[in-house]
């Protein structure tokens, strides 16, 4: 059976540093992209970063670009999200998403476009 774990979150002080990882499993696992979201507590989930497995093409929510990278490594079946200069308003619960079938980059962002997901990683920044 396919799935999606997510690690690496945590309590941190504003302006350091944490970084997700997604390990993705089952023997018959393939996917177009990868990506990662967030939701916090009365909002609704939202984009933060995604990456093609072939290619490498990445792409960013305006609010992280230049503190957030996400990066792969293919034989692990493994992305990761490296959250650097973090901010009170990055809290939230982190989830990595899979998209199965090819996405326009316009649609990229969308969650819906993402069909398997992790159940999530607690990022807490303290201010």
């Known amino acids: 059976q396919e799935q999606l774990v997510e690690s690496g979150g945590g309590l941190v002080q504003a302006g350091g540093s944490l970084r997700l990882s997604c390990a993705a499993s089952?023997?018959?696992?393939?996917?177009?992209?990868m990506g990662w979201f967030r939701q916090a507590p009365g909002k609704e989930r939202e984009f933060v970063a995604a990456?093609?497995?072939?290619?490498?093409?990445?792409y960013y929510a305006d609010s992280v670009k230049g503190r957030f990278a996400i990066s792969k490594d293919n034989p692990k079946n493994t992305v990761y999200l490296q959250m650097n200069s973090l901010k009170p308003e990055d809290t939230a619960v982190y989830y990595c998403a899979a998209a199965r079938s090819k996405v326009a980059t316009v649609f990229i962002q969308l969650h819906v476009k993402y069909d398997l997901w992790g159940q999530g990683t607690q990022v807490t920044v303290s201010s």
């Open positions: 990456i093609t497995w072939s290619g490498g093409s990445t």
């Open positions: 089952g023997r018959s696992f393939s996917s177009y992209s």
